[in-house]
């Protein structure tokens, strides 16, 4: 009777076009990136390889005219880079931020109501933590009072198998970060551009209603 009665609403959801969704995506990524860093009027830059990002994101969504989809959610991010080494022992940087988004994403449908190329846009604004490695045994909490991040989803797809859900995927995002850390006169700013084409994928799942 359960299964009958979950599959009849399955059945009643799917005939319905969905104007709203609920969902969570989760991404890993990496890459190259080009750093900038200014303290107390001195500034300077570096290049190295994008460090190891993980990101998850739940979001709701609503579409305010057909193909056209604004959403908003949380994100948070664990972003890991190698700054040293102390004997055999690597040493990282370990950066945890949280943040408000709001986005914008079209439907570019390529087999109508099956699968659509989703390009869009996402900004985000909020904090957290560093937690740096000094030794094999020390580490430096540092606070990281605010960020802003700008992302560019230009290689997303979506692939609806039924119409009340969706399984996305995106291959290339083109992303930029402003955070400052520490208080007072130590406070720090600093800037990450990062490409993530063939270097990390993010997936997600929505249910529409």
């Known amino acids: 009777m359960i299964a009958a009665l979950a599959a009849a609403c399955f059945t009643m959801s799917a005939q319905n076009k969905g104007d709203m969704a609920v969902g969570g995506v989760i991404g890993l990524s990496g890459g190259s990136a080009t750093i900038s860093y200014s303290n107390n009027g ?3 830059s570096d290049k190295s390889s ?3 990002l993980f990101e998850f994101s739940p979001e709701f969504s609503y579409f305010v005219i057909d193909n056209l ?3 908003a959610g949380l994100n948070y991010a664990l972003q890991s880079e190698h ?5 055999d022992r690597k040493l990282y940087m370990n950066s945890n ?8 994403n079209y439907y570019i449908p390529l087999v109508d109501g099956i ?3 989703t390009p869009g846009v996402k900004f985000g604004f909020g904090g957290g933590s560093n937690v740096i490695q000094t030794s094999a045994d020390r580490t430096v909490n540092t606070k990281i009072p605010f960020a ?5 989803e230009l290689g997303s797809v979506e692939f609806k198998p039924l119409e009340f859900l969706g399984v996305s995927l995106n291959f290339l995002d083109l992303s930029v970060t402003y955070a400052t850390t520490g208080e007072g006169n130590g406070k720090t ?6 490409a993530g084409f063939n270097y990390g994928m993010s997936a997600g799942v929505k249910y529409y209603f």
Do not use: R, W
Not at 83 to 87: H, L, V, Y
């Open 50 to 52: 994008s460090p190891t």
């Open 97 to 104: 931020i949280a943040m408000f988004t709001i986005g914008a």
């Open 148 to 152: 802003f991040g700008f992302d560019a």
């Open 189 to 194: 700013a600093t800037t990450n551009f990062a």
């Open 83 to 87: 700054i040293g080494d102390d004997g």
């Open 69 to 71: 989809e604004l959403s």
């Open 42 to 44: 001195t500034t300077s």
């Open 115 to 117: 699968l659509y190329y």
